[in-house]
């Protein structure tokens, strides 16, 4: 069992930056690939970025390509996401996920463990 707990969002002008958290407790979380998901009022969670157990591959949606980086600390046992350039659009509730299988998945389906989720909100 892994747990997950996201921290970092608030309310930002166009423009700014955010910086998430996602500290993890419980199984080795070095082990975990990780990934980052959205979810905007009225529509469905959507995949933001992911990041491999070692750090060494990532992915990004191309919405947030050269905005956003996913980087971890495996001796800190957290993954965070670096968002800078924030439009209006990218408002939402942010989750981390956790997933063992060794695939990068970019499928929320595909995911075991999810964090409760940080409100991040980009006003115009």
């Known amino acids: 069992q892994v747990q997950l707990v996201e921290s970092g969002g608030g309310l930002v002008q166009a423009g700014g930056s955010l910086r998430l958290s996602c500290a993890a407790s419980?199984?080795?979380?070095?082990?975990?690939?990780t990934g980052w998901f959205r979810q905007a009022p009225g529509k469905e969670r959507e995949f933001v970025a992911a990041i491999s157990w070692s750090g060494s591959r990532k992915y990004y949606i191309d919405s947030v390509k050269g905005r956003f980086t996913i980087s971890r600390d495996n001796a800190k046992n957290t993954v965070y996401l670096q968002m800078n350039s924030l439009k209006p659009e990218d408002t939402a509730v942010y989750y981390c996920a956790a997933d063992r299988s060794g695939i990068l998945h970019t499928t929320a389906a595909s995911y075991d463990y999810w964090g409760q989720g940080t409100q991040v909100t980009v006003s115009s």
């Open positions: 419980g199984r080795t979380f070095s082990n975990y690939n």
